[in-house]
């Protein structure tokens, strides 16, 4: 199974939304990863990428993605890419990756003309992935099994 570097799903929900006319803040940003990834590992019983999602304040957070985009803050971000070492395709994951532009797809579709604000209290739901890492301790990893467990709440 090949994963993806969540700064490459980043770019790719990025290009997607701006493609939509989807407005994105880093915060609706880092709910949007987080909803691509819980739909991809439900559709392909995979995860999409390695890195740990952190359970933070405003809910959950990829470390990699927040260091590049945090200077933005509540700003929109417009036509801004993180660049990857190599990479040659700044738009996101190779287009031949059905799996995954399934669950962008998706999760842009039903989630993508929210509010940063209301996909935030989208995943700060009572017993979901975040509250559960959470209360346990603030910035601590969510449990992939919890990922995987928790309802989708519109």
Request: net charge negative.
């Amino acid at each position: 199974m090949k994963y993806e570097p969540a700064l490459l799903v980043a770019n790719s929900i990025l290009y997607q939304a701006y493609k939509n006319g989807q407005a994105i803040t880093h915060m609706k940003l880092q709910k949007l990863i987080y909803f691509v990834y819980k739909k991809y590992l439900e559709d392909t019983g995979h995860t999409l990428f390695d890195e740990s999602i952190l359970a933070w304040k405003h809910g959950p957070v990829v470390q990699s993605v927040y260091n590049v985009f945090k200077s933005f803050g509540a700003s929109e971000i417009v036509n801004q890419y993180a660049m990857l070492e190599g990479d040659k395709n700044p738009q996101g994951v190779s287009s031949g990756r059905n799996d995954f532009h399934s669950a962008l797809n998706h999760v842009l579709w039903k989630y993508g003309n929210y509010s940063g604000w209301h996909l935030r209290e989208l995943t700060h739901n009572p017993g979901g992935a975040w509250k559960k890492a959470y209360e346990k301790d603030m910035s601590n990893e969510i449990n992939v099994n919890d990922i995987w467990d928790e309802e989708w709440h519109d």
